[in-house]
């Protein structure tokens, strides 16, 4: 492929953004930079190093000494692979906390953007054909029932070992979305040129394709 595309990928959690924005990117032959999991390795600081979210000191000092990047689909915070860290419902839960606040969202969307002016990539988020990369040659709102997601985010967790109730993933979820999508700063909110893909009862593979099938056609 010559020319450099973006393509942002936008949606509630659960509803497949990553696993699908994974395979696009693999397909395309281009990186994947999963935003979700830079708010979670924010969140994930936080709670190791005990920062009260109102101490606006002690957070911006933490920001200012804090490096995150991607290398070979591991995401590195400050020199150490976190992967596997962040994907419980603890950072879960911090990782939409701190999302909600200015400080975090600058610092994090300034790396993405450089990110994105650097090369072609497939970058899934909340806010990202709305306002990281508005420029984005290719916009996907991509969404699912709330069972759905739940159930697919409780199976994520199970796998991983971790022992929780469906119904409170379910709660967690719809408390989640609300925040999400009504805190201040750059709600989630689908891109009035985003193209939305409803992923409910679809594979992964079905999902995959209808993606590379708009980029191969446009
Ligand atoms: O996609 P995820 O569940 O890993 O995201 C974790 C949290 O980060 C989620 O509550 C919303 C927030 N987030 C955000 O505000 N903006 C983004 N571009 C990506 C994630």
Not at 29 to 49: E, F, L, P, Q, S
């Amino acid at each position: 492929m010559g020319n450099k595309i973006r393509i942002a990928i936008d949606g509630p959690s659960g509803a497949g953004k990553s696993t699908i924005a994974k395979r696009v990117a693999k397909q395309l032959g281009i990186d994947y930079i999963d935003t979700g999991a830079m708010y979670r390795a924010v969140g994930y600081k936080i709670i190791k190093k005990q920062i009260d979210l109102n101490d606006t000191k002690s957070l911006t000092e933490m920001l200012a000494e804090t490096e995150i990047d991607f290398v070979n689909g591991d995401i590195i915070l400050d020199g150490e692979i976190i992967n596997d860290k962040i994907r419980t419902n603890e950072i879960s839960k911090m990782a939409s906390d701190v999302s909600a606040l200015q400080a975090v969202r600058d610092k994090l969307i300034d790396i993405q953007r450089e990110m994105g002016q650097a090369k072609s990539v497939v970058m899934d988020g909340r806010d990202i054909g709305t306002n990281v990369l508005k420029e984005a040659e290719y916009k996907f709102f991509m969404t699912a029932s709330v069972q759905e997601r739940a159930r697919r985010r409780w199976l994520e967790l199970s796998e991983k070992g971790e022992k929780v109730d469906l119904a409170k993933v379910e709660a967690d979820i719809i408390q989640r979305d609300h925040k999400d999508s009504t805190r201040k700063i750059n709600p989630l909110k689908k891109a009035e040129d985003a193209i939305d893909l409803d992923t409910t009862g679809m594979s992964i593979d079905e999902v995959t394709n209808n993606i590379l099938e708009v980029i191969k056609w446009q």
